[in-house]
């Protein structure tokens, strides 16, 4: 499986807000400077974000983007699946029995998709944006270290 642009950008995005929007909300043009991203593009991933409720706007001189909530409680799946939709290596790995898939029934392989799936599932999920928001923060300070 292979992320889009959205959900690559997105997620940059977001660690972005978390980190540099705790005390006062951060501009698009910020976000955009830092991340080395189109200002459109952003505007776009931020209107995603906005909708599911995982970013808030603030107008005005000062305004810009927050995270909407507690940041222990919004994993990386969250924000992946409202950027990508959802996350299956193959279209069978959903295992839906309506599959469009003519061998799903006589199919060996969709034990690896669906193992492929419930590992994928179990890594966004448990994965959450403050701890994205601790590494960047641990890595800016130069005390990064692979867990």
Not at 17 to 31: L, T
Not at 46 to 65: C, D, E, F, H, P
Request: include cysteine.
């Amino acid at each position: 499986m292979k992320l889009s642009t959205k959900g690559r950008y997105g997620l940059r995005a977001m660690v972005d807000v978390a980190v540099a929007g705790e005390k006062a909300p951060v501009s698009i043009q910020a976000i955009a400077k830092r991340q080395d991203l189109s200002e459109k593009y952003l505007e776009q991933l931020l209107g995603m974000l906005k909708k599911a409720g995982l970013v808030k706007s603030i107008r005005g001189n000062q305004g810009g983007y927050q995270i909407e909530g507690d940041m222990a409680k919004i994993s990386v799946g969250d924000i992946l699946r409202t950027l990508e939709g959802e996350l299956l290596p193959v279209e069978c790995a959903g295992f839906e029995e309506e599959s469009s898939c003519k061998a799903a029934k006589s199919c060996a392989t969709k034990y690896v998709w669906k193992k492929i799936n419930e590992s994928l599932e179990y890594t966004v999920n448990h994965i959450t944006l403050k701890e994205l928001v601790d590494q960047t923060k641990s890595m800016q300070a130069g005390t990064w270290k692979e867990e």
